[in-house]
């Protein structure tokens, strides 16, 4: 997911969290509607400037409007190597037992090495 999406997601929960409108919220960043309609839809960068009046606003810490942008990194790095893994494991059930054997035995010694 892109961040500002994440970004802009965050800024909408916590704006409805504190039972806000779009319209006191852009009174209070200097901003206008639109530019607060744009950034809770991803569709506008929120300079620092902001994500620091923001966290001002809702007495968070900055780092709050980027929750999620880690999880969502991780699932994708979770996705690929499961997906490395069953391309492996299927080139691996393709080989002989000699060389499955071959396999294992290099993999023991690489885990009593590394241990």
Sequence with gaps: ???KLIVGQNVKKLREYH???Q???ARLLNLSRSSVVNIENGRQNTSL???RELSTVFK???TTFFDGVEDEEQATLISDINRKFKKLELRYNKLSKKHQKLIKTLSELIETEVD
């Design 19 to 21: 039972n806000m409108s």
């Design 23 to 25: 319209e006191e919220l």
């Design 49 to 51: 400037e902001s994500l």
């Design 60 to 62: 968070v810490p900055v």
């Design 1 to 3: 997911m892109d961040i």
